[in-house]
């Protein structure tokens, strides 16, 4: 799994592609616990070219944001949501974790 990475003045943007399933899921955190280990807790993931989470990928967003929100730190954000995967996301019930936006822009404009 290839990850880009983007820091802004006040937040950092990480972004991949492809599927976050059970194989996939530890790389996607081992890469923003890094981003952690670095200081780094307002963080923003692109999920433009994500085209599937299972259940293990929520539950390494959820592991992540739970991290970087211990003492009012910071967030983890996520943008650019497929439909598909935000219906998940609804289903699974953990939309009220994290906060979506739909454009870039405005997820690095909120943090």
Known sequence: MDFEITEYK???VLK???RID?????????ALNQLIEKGQYNIIFDM???NFVSSAGWWALIRVQKEVN??????LVLVNMDERIRESMDLVGIAPYFKVYD???EAVGSI
């Open 10 to 12: 006040r937040s950092t």
């Open 16 to 18: 991949t592609n492809g």
């Open 22 to 30: 059970s194989y996939t899921a530890p790389e996607l955190e081992e």
């Open 48 to 50: 433009c070219d994500v």
């Open 70 to 75: 211990k003492m009012n730190r910071g967030e």
């Open 103 to 105: 454009g870039l822009l």
